[in-house]
T-cell receptor, first 114, second 112 residues
């Protein structure tokens, strides 16, 4: 099993640009989570989906952030326009049920906004 | 306001000794507690968990203790090994188990 796949692994962009992060969950998993890790705030849950439907997006910081899950094997997290304070590592995780000990994390995307 | 706190950003321990990582939480509705381990350039991986109905859970060298009255849990690693060097996240969730709140992490260094 390839595990959770995230792309790109690193992204450097300039302030104001649109950024799209991608995630492919583990096959058979029906829940998908997006997290953000920063030095100041640690690991924060941004949004999660169950059976491709967004369940809780209360962690999404602003309207500049949006996430979609068009099918069971793909999700995107978009930031438009990006700002320097969005610089962080973004993790995607998937699980086969809504239980935290079953979440498998991807390797993360390190985003730098200049 | 952080609901899960790890007040020690870092910890150094000699190989073979005990590592104790601490975690405090503020939300009394939390029902399930977890520890995750994270190596550089990798995502966190689940390590061990404990339900609020227990006060101890053991898995090999790893033991988690829960003190509900103090809203405190700790992770003990005995004996510590250099491969245990990583960032450890404490996390908690409610009875629905869907939303997990993470602490800021503690970086453990095990010195050979």
């Amino acid at each position: 099993d390839a595990g959770v796949i995230q792309s790109p692994r690193h992204e450097v962009t300039e302030m104001g640009q649109e950024v799209t992060l991608r995630c492919k969950p583990i096959s058979g998993h029906n829940s998908l989570f997006w997290y953000r890790q920063t030095m100041m705030r640690g690991l924060e849950l941004l949004i999660y989906f169950n059976n491709n439907v967004p369940i809780d997006d209360s962690g999404m910081p602003e309207d500049r952030f949006s996430a979609k899950m068009p099918n069971a094997s793909f999700s995107t997290l978009k930031i438009q326009p990006s700002e320097p304070r969005d610089s962080a590592v973004y993790f995607c995780a998937s699980s086969f049920r809504l239980a935290p000990d079953t979440q498998y994390f991807g390797p993360g995307t390190r985003l730098t906004v200049l | 306001d952080q609901q899960v706190k790890q007040n020690s950003p870092s910890l150094s321990v000699q190989e073979g000794r005990i590592s104790i990582l601490n975690c405090d939480y503020t939300n009394s509705m939390f029902d399930y507690f977890l520890w995750y381990k994270k190596y550089p350039a990798e995502g966190p991986t689940f390590l061990i968990s404990i339900s609020s109905i227990k006060d101890k859970n053991e898995d090999g060298r790893f033991t988690v203790f829960l003190n509900k009255s103090a809203k405190h849990l700790s992770l003990h690693i005995v004996p510590s090994q250099p491969g245990d060097s990583a960032v450890y996240f404490c996390a908690a969730s409610g009875t629905s188990y869907d939303k997990v709140i993470f602490g800021p992490g503690t970086s453990l260094s095990v010195i050979p």
